[in-house]
């Protein structure tokens, strides 16, 4: 399985882009998808996480209510919908995967490039 990620782009505070993340290859239905962000310089942080049969959702405090990670499976597609963006959301975006019950992530896509600017 390969990841392929885009999306990113230039926003201005308060603004809204949606991230894609797309599956090739054999897609396993007990995966858990994931979006993290990495500002150089700092550990990569997880945004968010949807498992891939169920559709059931996590968010951490920095983006919840803001954000929100869903999936379709017949285009097996991640997507990342961000909205009221702040500057410190900058950061390149990575979508990953693993298998349920594994420690690490194991597939990631390349890193897509969110900038919020005015």
């Known amino acids: 399985v390969q990841l392929q990620a885009s999306g990113g782009g230039l926003v201005q505070p308060g603004g809204s882009l949606r991230l894609s993340c797309a599956a090739s290859?054999?897609?396993?239905?007990?995966?858990?998808m994931a979006w993290f962000r990495q500002i150089p310089g700092k550990e990569r942080e997880l945004v968010a996480t949807i498992l891939w049969s169920e559709g059931i959702t996590y968010y951490p405090d920095s983006v919840k209510g803001r954000f929100t990670i869903s999936r379709d499976k017949d285009k097996k597609t991640v997507y990342l919908q961000m909205n009221s963006l702040k500057p410190e959301d900058t950061a390149d975006y990575y979508c990953a995967a693993k298998p349920r019950g594994a420690t690490s992530y194991d597939l990631w896509g390349q890193g897509t490039l969110v900038t919020v600017s005015s």
């Open positions: 290859g054999r897609t396993q239905s007990r995966y858990v």
